[in-house]
């Protein structure tokens, strides 16, 4: 993870303006729109319009097979959103926790790292593909058996983990860069 991450600098983002700075309410909306859509979470590009009212399909759509996860999308748009590092985590955490037991599994949490992250690194324009090794390496190191994380668990590996530290200071510079370019 801190392999890429360290060759990551300040960038405008690619998406819209409309989908950064969504509030945690939206994206929630958002999520249940996609729901109600498709269980599946593969989206198609009328999908991704009708759900997000915007054409930013191609930016996920780094393969172009005509197909993108909206866990995907909605991983990325979080940590662009207007909310605390906090709540943001929290949103993540119950997009993950697929049957609902307010835990997640350390698959479950090596999966969200990598979805994450691809998400991050697609919007910000890095759209070599991600070694799935190290973000789940970085858990890996964190969690050392295949524990159930609670969220306060999930808390305390971010507040500890230079690389989510890094991931979350460039995206924030990437959100402050745009702001101070169109002022
Ligand atoms: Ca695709």
């Not at 090794?133 to 190191?141: D, G, I, K, L």
């Not at 050392?144 to 969220?151: E, L, P, Q, R, Y």
Request: charged content about 20%; glycine content about 4%.
């Amino acid at each position: 993870m801190g392999g890429v991450l360290n060759n990551m600098t300040y960038q405008k983002p690619l998406i819209s303006p409309a989908l950064q700075r969504l509030s945690i309410p939206k994206l929630r909306e958002l999520h249940t729109k996609m729901i109600n859509l498709s269980m599946s979470f593969a989206m198609t590009y009328e999908e991704f319009k009708e759900i997000f009212n915007e054409s930013d399909f191609n930016v996920w759509d780094t393969d172009s097979n005509g197909v993108i996860e909206g866990l995907e999308v909605l991983a990325g748009l979080v940590l662009f959103a207007d909310a605390c590092p906090d709540d943001k985590v929290q949103f993540l955490f119950n997009l993950f926790d697929f049957n609902r037991e307010d835990a997640i599994s350390r698959t479950d949490l090596q999966l969200l790292a990598y979805v994450t992250l691809t998400s991050v690194c697609k919007i910000l324009g890095y759209s070599r593909d991600i070694n799935i090794q190290e973000p789940s390496q970085t858990v890996a190191n964190y969690f050392h058996s295949n524990v159930k994380i609670n969220f306060s668990a999930l808390l305390e590996f971010c507040l500890h983990s230079q690389q989510v530290t890094q991931l979350l200071t460039v995206v924030n510079s990437s959100i402050n860069n745009r702001s101070q370019s169109h002022s």
